[in-house]
């Protein structure tokens, strides 16, 4: 086939599957959250309930899709896509199996970090726009919240860039082929995982959204498809870094008998569930404690997960 | 950080616990007898109104979803003319049951009050009344009270004494 043909092909797949989960995601995490505290959840849509989410999509377009008058208008529209775009867009560097990777980038990690950079705009753009209290407050931890974990999650990632020796995603799952990362870099996956939980924004790191104290933080102003797309992005996250943790960490699509893709899928499958149990099992903590966590822990363990590595890597004269 | 772990794992384990949640609309929960639900007004065992349209129920109701006008019939029994009770506003709190005195207003086990027309939530006398005696069956307002109606006049109720001649008290 032509390459081009193929390519385009590739990408719409890939993002028809990335779109669909993450809407079923909506379906999966109510389940298992009722699950893991002995209820049912939704169960009436359909079988098993999983026409709910079409039934909540059918709603949530019907509902007014209401500006406040205060708010400036064109942020305030524009500010739920940019949250889409970055995930979207960082899917493209993600490798699911050795044919299906939309691009092929030696920078691909540096990319990833990059557009989680950007998606914080989203948050704050949409908090400040709202011109409301509780959006500015919920704007302003996240903004202060994803910048100081940002800074560890990079340094994190540096112990698998180091022993993979390239920043590319292939590069790195094809170095795991004798022994997955998240055993010499178990430190480093753990800073990971914690770093990405606060990335998505979702519990125990939800502070921007913060239902019980902000109303609902950030999109409080927001109705309809637009809170629908921070919704969706929300879970185009959690599937992003779940996928990320897989890939860096985990050995990729890398497994014995089962094709690659089913590999991967299950992997990110797993770490999705883990998320969701993170949600039901952990309390919210305070924001001074959170930010004294980043910089007061994580941030020296991950220099020193940075330099222990550094220096293995060198004794090992590589 | 193992508090935290352990929570995660106490909460992984509840997949094996059975789940507490009754399945409404196939199973059925279960209402006690006194349990306030759909308002009725009940009959006295000779099959007629037990209203005697005093107000007190309207009065009472902390929302103010009653309301009645009194009439009275050929025999000097008091009754509704109408009554009626907007159930979109009811708040099934019993007060109206605890004023009445006669134990003609009822709330009932039954909570199944759905509609899609808010105006089908007004129930008018007809609606309301049934043909039982509801949940004081041998109760009987107008033959213990010493009220005089056609045929029965002051004195001839149950368990009460002949009202005194004046005269005979008379020096
Ligand atoms: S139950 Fe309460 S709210 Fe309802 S009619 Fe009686 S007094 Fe009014
Ligand atoms: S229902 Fe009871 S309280 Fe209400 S008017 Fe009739 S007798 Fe009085």
């Known amino acids: ?318 | 950080m193992w508090s935290i772990i352990r929570s995660l794992w106490l909460v992984l384990l509840h997949m094996f616990w059975p789940r507490f949640t009754v399945q409404y609309p196939d199973q059925k929960p279960y209402l006690a007898p006194r349990y306030r639900g759909r308002i009725i007004l009940s009959r006295d065992p000779d099959g007629e109104e037990r209203c005697v349209a005093c107000y007190l129920c309207a009065v009472a109701c902390p929302v103010d979803c009653i309301s009645l006008q009194a009439t009275e019939d050929p025999h000097g029994r008091r009754y509704p003319e109408w009554f009626r009770i907007n159930f979109s506003r009811c708040i099934f709190c019993g007060l109206c049951e605890e004023a009445c005195p006669t134990y003609a207003i009822q709330l009932t086990p039954d909570i199944e009050l759905g509609e899609y027309n808010r105006q089908n939530l007004v129930y008018e006398k007809e609606n309301l009344l049934i043909g039982g005696t509801g949940k004081y069956p041998g109760y009987n307002f107008w033959r213990v009270a010493g009220v005089q109606i056609e045929d029965k006049d002051k004195g001839q109720s149950e368990r009460e004494a002949p009202p005194a001649d004046l005269r005979t008290l008379l020096p």
């Open chain 1, 1 to 318: 086939m032509n390459p081009t043909l193929l390519k385009i092909v590739v990408i719409l797949v890939i993002l028809l599957v990335v779109l669909n989960v993450s809407a079923l995601l909506i379906w999966l995490e109510r389940r298992l959250l009722a699950l893991w505290q002995d209820r049912y959840g939704p169960n009436r849509v359909g079988p098993f309930g999983l026409l709910q989410v079409v039934a909540d999509m059918i709603k949530i377009f019907f509902k007014e899709d209401w500006i406040p008058p205060f708010a400036d208008k064109w942020v305030f529209v524009f500010a739920p896509a940019i949250i889409m775009i970055t995930v979207l867009l960082t899917f493209a560097v993600i490798p699911f199996t050795p044919l299906f990777q939309i691009t092929e980038t030696n920078i691909a990690l540096l990319f990833f970090l990059g557009m989680s950079s950007l998606g914080v705009y989203s948050i704050v753009l949409a908090a400040w726009a709202s011109n409301n209290k509780y959006s500015l407050l919920g704007g302003m931890r996240a903004a202060s919240q994803m910048l100081s974990y940002e800074v560890f999650m990079g340094l994190s990632m540096m112990g698998t860039v180091m022993l993979a020796g390239s920043f590319s995603l292939r590069r790195i799952v094809e170095a795991q082929q004798h022994i997955w990362f998240v055993i010499p870099q178990f430190l480093g996956f753990v800073l990971f995982l914690i770093a990405g939980i606060a990335e998505t924004r979702r519990l125990p790191f939800d502070l921007p959204e913060a239902e019980s104290e902000l109303v609902a933080g950030f999109h409080s102003e927001y109705s309809g498809m637009k809170f629908g797309m921070f919704f969706v992005g929300e879970y185009l996250g959690v599937v992003l870094i779940s996928a990320l943790i897989s890939v860096l960490f985990f050995g990729g699509w890398l497994g014995p008998v089962l094709p690659p893709v089913v590999w991967i899928v299950l992997k990110t499958l797993f770490f999705i569930c883990f998320f969701i149990l993170l949600r039901a099992a952990m309390p919210r903590p305070r924001f001074d404690q959170l930010m004294s966590w980043g910089w007061k822990w994580l941030l020296p363990l991950s220099l020193a997960n940075l330099a222990i590595t550094g220096a293995v890597v060198l004794a090992r004269g590589r």
